[in-house]
């Protein structure tokens, strides 16, 4: 039995061409409460800077804990769920990609950054108290702008932006590596990751995507891994494995359905495939409600 999704499609939806917004998380909470938050996705991006937490918060059918001084970054789309012990304390901030068209920030801006991933792992980023101060700074600015009627303010809003993921992705790229070599596995990885998210349904082999992008296949799989600690392969085989999840637990299409729309020749190689994937069949994984979420 499938389960409904909600899906929220404005920031603000008492203010449906609000493109930006900030909250605490510790109000956000006293607004929810009693109620459950229920699995759902956002058609904007969510950034979560936690100072104070306890809890897990489950991301793509992955559950993570949800702690001090964390930062998670939630793409649109991506199916989320937080589960709080306690109250929570930090920010909720979010901005739709007409936010960025709007400050001219580039969408390969969010691309080159890495910290948005639409599908497979996406762990937290742990902050240090002097890191999360730097955050928390920004994060307040945007609070404090938000609530004012000054000049400029959008534009104000999206360099506070801007510098707060500038900062997130700096924490991330502690390690010194040839500044070159990194510009060019970059460009690898963004053309990469488009293909994929146009083909992942038609082509499911590494060599289909190198011989789009005219490099070898051990190529690939190598500038991919040392960017993003996984393979060429195993980064088709998660996004794959994110949509088939996501269809089997939220849609009402049948295994077989699902097999053909993500480009299985026979249902049985889409069984195969899931259950070494993730060590259960896909009809024992849409059946228990249990699995998941």
Same mark, same amino acid.
């Given at each position: 039995?499938?389960?409904?999704?909600?899906?929220?499609?404005?920031?603000?939806?008492?203010?449906?061409?609000?493109?930006?917004?900030?909250?605490?998380?510790?109000?956000?909470?006293?607004?929810?409460?009693?109620?459950?938050?229920?699995?759902?996705?956002?058609?904007?991006?969510?950034?979560?800077?936690?100072?104070?937490?306890?809890?897990?918060?489950?991301?793509?059918?992955?559950?993570?804990?949800? #702690?001090?001084?964390?930062?998670?970054?939630?793409?649109?789309?991506?199916?989320?769920?937080?589960?709080? +012990?306690? +109250?929570?304390?930090?920010?909720?901030?979010?901005?739709?990609?007409?936010?960025l068209v709007e400050n001219n920030i580039d969408?390969?801006?969010? #691309?080159?950054?890495?910290?948005?991933?639409?599908?497979? #792992?996406?762990?937290?980023?742990?902050?240090?108290?002097?890191?999360?101060?730097?955050?928390?700074?920004?994060?307040?600015?945007?609070?404090?702008?938000?609530?004012?009627?000054?000049?400029?303010?959008a534009q104000k809003q999206g360099a506070l932006?801007?510098?707060?993921?500038?900062?997130?992705?700096?924490?991330?790229?502690?390690?010194?590596?040839?500044?070159?070599?990194?510009?060019?596995?970059?460009?690898?990885?963004?053309?990469?990751?488009?293909?994929?998210?146009?083909?992942?349904?038609?082509?499911?082999?590494?060599?289909q995507y190198a011989k789009a992008l005219h490099?070898?296949?051990?190529?690939?799989?190598?500038?991919? +891994?040392?960017?993003?600690?996984?393979?060429?392969?195993?980064?088709?085989?998660?996004?794959?494995?994110?949509?088939?999840?996501?269809?089997?637990?939220?849609?009402?299409?049948?295994?077989?359905?699902?097999?053909?729309?993500?480009?299985?020749? #026979?249902?049985?190689?889409?069984?195969?495939?899931?259950?070494?994937?993730?060590?259960?069949?896909?009809?024992?994984?849409?059946?228990?409600?249990?699995?998941?979420?």
């Amino acid at each position: 039995m499938s389960n409904p999704i909600k899906t929220y499609e404005f920031v603000d939806r008492s203010d449906t061409l609000m493109t930006f917004d900030i909250k605490k998380t510790e109000d956000v909470h006293e607004a929810k409460n009693p109620k459950l938050d229920t699995p759902h996705r956002h058609n904007f991006y969510t950034i979560l800077l936690i100072k104070k937490a306890e809890g897990t918060h489950r991301i793509d059918f992955n559950e993570y804990a949800l #702690e001090n001084n964390q930062v998670f970054f939630i793409s649109p789309g991506q199916v989320h769920q937080i589960q709080e +012990k306690q +109250k929570s304390y930090g920010w909720v901030i979010t901005f739709s990609r007409q936010f960025l068209v709007e400050n001219n920030i580039d969408y390969c801006f969010i #691309e080159d950054i890495n910290l948005f991933t639409a599908y497979g #792992e996406t762990p937290p980023l742990y902050l240090n108290i002097q890191q999360h101060e730097v955050l928390d700074r920004y994060s307040q600015q945007m609070y404090k702008t938000q609530k004012s009627n000054i000049k400029f303010k959008a534009q104000k809003q999206g360099a506070l932006v801007k510098l707060f993921l500038i900062a997130c992705n700096n924490i991330c790229s502690l390690d010194e590596r040839n500044t070159q070599q990194l510009q060019a596995g970059a460009t690898i990885l963004k053309d990469f990751k488009n293909l994929v998210e146009d083909r992942f349904s038609e082509w499911h082999l590494v060599q289909q995507y190198a011989k789009a992008l005219h490099v070898t296949p051990d190529h690939l799989n190598r500038t991919i +891994k040392s960017l993003i600690g996984k393979t060429a392969k195993e980064y088709v085989q998660s996004r794959i494995i994110i949509a088939a999840k996501r269809m089997l637990f939220f849609s009402e299409q049948t295994t077989k359905e699902i097999a053909y729309t993500l480009g299985f020749s #026979e249902p049985s190689n889409f069984s195969n495939f899931f259950k070494k994937s993730t060590g259960i069949s896909p009809s024992v994984f849409k059946n228990n409600g249990n699995v998941g979420f």
